[in-house]
């Protein structure tokens, strides 16, 4: 087994920086699917590919586990270049979430999710062990639902496994290909908040792709705007991306409603009244957004709400202090 920078001993190996250097992919018939692409993904770090369809969001994630080769360019996972490793080998060691989640029919849930550690040697009680334990990460009873099939679940149960199964592995690195995006819309804020539970505790290294700029600002530490032939233009935090977008393309792409969505993204402590008094004003916590502020104040047709730690007051959060937040937004050059 090829054993390189993804399997060294003696270190953290829970997540692993991913570097893409000027790479691009051309087809025989002269399309581009993305010309020279640049990118860093820091360790434990979840970063989103966004854009319009055909933009090559998912060529680029293809070519990081190299079910697309590349044309030119380099793609680094720790430093190591990928391109010179056996990529059957490199694969298991990728985590790869797909739409479809891509479940084996005839298996049991608990034998689908062994499915890499199996291929990679090792022995049937650990890797019923593993399995089950992944199921209980993902919220999955391994009691109720190891011996159930696929057909058996519903579209986000599957998805669950298909997150689970991709993690089994201990993998360094997790793709996600629109992994949300065939559930219904109640279903997938269920799974994007099982989601950032799960990332909070196994903090992954993650290149996931959607078509959602919600999705992607309530996910994403970071989001790749991508344009025609996989340009990028504009790499930035939610809160950057969205109160300053580099060109009006970006502006147009993320929405007129941009401001409404980095309050959802902003801490409410930054327009934190450290000397505002509760009184009886409706409370929000104060490890919530200022969207949460916003909609308290909404709710109760007040001007300002009081915000609480561990059920203690620490000041107040006024809408003019929102509308103050919101006139930061700085407007792209024409």
């Given at each position: 087994?090829?054993?390189?920078?993804?399997?060294?001993?003696?270190?953290?190996?829970?997540?692993?920086?991913?570097?893409?250097?000027?790479?691009?992919?051309?087809?025989?018939?002269?399309?581009?699917?993305?010309?020279?692409?640049?990118?860093?993904?820091?360790?434990?770090?979840?970063?989103?590919?966004?854009?319009?369809?055909?933009?090559?969001?998912?060529?680029?994630?293809?070519?990081?586990?190299?079910?697309?080769?590349?044309?030119?360019?380099?793609?680094?996972?720790?430093?190591?270049?990928?391109?010179?490793?056996?990529?059957?080998?490199?694969?298991?060691?990728?985590?790869?979430?797909?739409?479809?989640?891509?479940?084996?029919?005839?298996?049991?849930?608990?034998?689908?999710?062994?499915?890499?550690?199996?291929?990679?040697?090792?022995?049937?009680?650990?890797?019923?062990?593993?399995?089950?334990?992944?199921?209980?990460?993902?919220?999955?009873?391994?009691?109720?639902?190891?011996?159930?099939?696929?057909?058996?679940?519903?579209?986000?149960?599957?998805?669950?496994?298909?997150?689970?199964?991709?993690?089994?592995?201990?993998?360094?690195?997790?793709?996600?290909?629109?992994?949300?995006?065939?559930?219904?819309?109640?279903?997938?804020?269920?799974?994007?908040?099982?989601?950032?539970?799960?990332?909070?505790?196994?903090?992954?290294?993650?290149?996931?792709?959607?078509?959602?700029?919600?999705?992607?600002?309530?996910?994403?530490?970071?989001?790749?705007?991508?344009?025609?032939?996989?340009?990028?233009?504009?790499?930035?935090?939610?809160?950057?991306?969205?109160?300053?977008?580099?060109?009006?393309?970006?502006?147009?792409?993320?929405?007129?409603?941009?401001?409404?969505?980095?309050?959802?993204?902003?801490?409410?402590?930054?327009?934190?009244?450290?000397?505002?008094?509760?009184?009886?004003?409706?409370?929000?916590?104060?490890?919530?957004?200022?969207?949460?502020?916003?909609a308290a104040m909404l709710a109760s047709d007040v001007a300002e709400?009081?915000?609480?730690?561990?059920?203690?007051?620490?000041?107040?959060?006024s809408r003019t202090a929102l509308f103050e937040e919101h006139s930061?937004?700085?407007?792209?050059?024409?």
């Amino acid at each position: 087994m090829d054993a390189t920078a993804i399997n060294e001993p003696g270190r953290d190996r829970s997540a692993a920086s991913i570097t893409l250097e000027d790479v691009g992919k051309t087809y025989p018939d002269g399309t581009v699917a993305v010309g020279d692409f640049s990118l860093e993904v820091r360790a434990g770090e979840l970063a989103v590919l966004i854009g319009p369809s055909g933009c090559g969001k998912s060529t680029i994630l293809r070519m990081i586990n190299r079910l697309i080769e590349p044309t030119h360019g380099r793609i680094l996972i720790d430093g190591r270049n990928i391109l010179e490793r056996n990529p059957v080998e490199l694969r298991r060691h990728i985590g790869y979430v797909i739409q479809n989640v891509g479940l084996f029919p005839h298996q049991n849930i608990r034998t689908n999710v062994g499915t890499v550690p199996r291929l990679l040697g090792w022995d049937r009680a650990k890797v019923a062990a593993r399995a089950d334990e992944l199921l209980e990460l993902v919220g999955l009873e391994p009691a109720r639902y190891a011996k159930r099939y696929p057909h058996e679940l519903s579209g986000g149960q599957r998805q669950r496994v298909g997150v689970a199964r991709a993690l089994a592995a201990d993998p360094l690195v997790l793709l996600m290909d629109e992994p949300f995006s065939a559930v219904d819309p109640i279903a997938r804020g269920r799974l994007q908040e099982e989601f950032l539970r799960l990332q909070a505790t196994v903090r992954k290294t993650i290149v996931l792709v959607t078509h959602d700029i919600d999705e992607a600002v309530r996910l994403g530490d970071r989001i790749a705007v991508l344009g025609e032939g996989g340009k990028l233009r504009q790499y930035a935090p939610p809160a950057e991306l969205l109160s300053r977008p580099a060109t009006p393309a970006v502006a147009d792409f993320v929405g007129a409603d941009r401001g409404i969505r980095r309050l959802a993204v902003t801490p409410i402590r930054t327009a934190l009244n450290p000397s505002g008094t509760a009184g009886d004003k409706p409370t929000v916590d104060a490890g919530g957004t200022l969207y949460d502020a916003l909609a308290a104040m909404l709710a109760s047709d007040v001007a300002e709400v009081a915000v609480v730690e561990d059920g203690r007051p620490i000041g107040t959060v006024s809408r003019t202090a929102l509308f103050e937040e919101h006139s930061h937004e700085t407007h792209p050059a024409s």
